[in-house]
Nanobody
Framework: QVQLVESGGGLVQAGGSLRLSCAAS????????MAWYRQAPGKQRELVAQ???????NYADSAKGRFTISREYAKNTVDLQMNSLQPEDTAVYYC??????????????WGPGTQVTVSS
């Protein structure tokens, strides 16, 4: 059974950096993409960064130029390097793994989330 665990969250001052890591346990097959989402209080969950099985990346406009997503295939991990953090980045960050194990079937796995707080 697949489980995802995030780490690396914490408190940082504006302009600082954090590196989030997501470690997957169990067998994961047919990965379509891995991603980081975040949800701030009172706001809808949003996609921050995504990396596909082919290595292409996509970023939210607010993350472009500041955040970098990467995947280490051998370890089944996905990291998010966050630089120049702003108070608006404060949120719970969730790791997501999207799989397509068979035609017409799509499964999403989620971690429990890690808190990122950016002070002014």
């Amino acid at each position: 059974q697949v489980q995802l665990v995030e780490s690396g969250g914490g408190l940082v001052q504006a302009g600082g950096s954090l590196r989030l890591s997501c470690a997957a346990s169990g067998s994961i097959v047919s990965i379509n993409a891995m991603a980081w989402y975040r949800q701030a209080p009172g706001k809808q969950r949003e996609l921050v960064a995504q990396i596909t099985s082919l290595g292409s990346t996509n970023y939210a406009d607010s993350a472009k130029g500041r955040f970098t997503i990467s995947r280490e295939y051998a370890k089944n991990t996905v990291d998010l390097q966050m630089n120049s953090l702003q108070p608006e980045d404060t949120a719970v960050y969730y790791c997501n793994v999207n799989t397509k194990p068979r035609i017409g079937v799509r499964w999403d796995y989620w971690g429990p989330g890690t808190q990122v707080t950016v002070s002014s």
